[in-house]
């Protein structure tokens, strides 16, 4: 079984900056697409970028030139750095690693919240 563990959350302001890290307990590099999501208070889940496996990144529309995805294969980590966050960027977020097309594995989130 594949753990991840998401870190880095907090309380900021509106306009300010967090790094979330994802923590694999397997090799990243082995996994076809790493990815971020998020959820708000009484709505889905959504989208908010992923990294593939030979690097590739794609945002949602809502966070791009605001996050970036980025992954060190070395310590298994994936990152999500966040800039000029607004109110709506707020919930928890969740790392997912996807190995292949029957195999995905979520971590527990970790609660962002942003003061406007």
């Known amino acids: 079984q594949v753990h991840l563990m998401e870190s880095g959350g907090g309380l900021v302001q509106a306009g300010g900056s967090l790094r979330l890290s994802c923590a694999v307990s397997?090799?990243?590099?082995?996994?076809?697409?790493m990815g971020w999501y998020r959820q708000a208070p009484g709505k889905q889940r959504e989208f908010v970028a992923h990294?593939?496996?030979?690097?590739?990144?794609k945002n949602a529309e809502s966070v791009k030139g605001r996050f970036t995805i980025s992954r060190d294969n070395a310590k298994n980590t994936v990152y999500l750095q966040m800039n000029n966050l607004k109110p709506d960027d707020a919930g928890v977020y969740y790392c997912?690693?996807?190995?292949?097309?029957?195999?995905?594995?979520w971590g527990q989130g970790t609660q962002v919240t942003v003061s406007s």
């Open positions: 397997a090799r990243i590099d082995t996994m076809q697409v």
């Open positions: 990294i593939t496996k030979d690097g590739s990144t």
């Open positions: 997912k690693a996807t190995r292949d097309f029957r195999r995905s594995y």
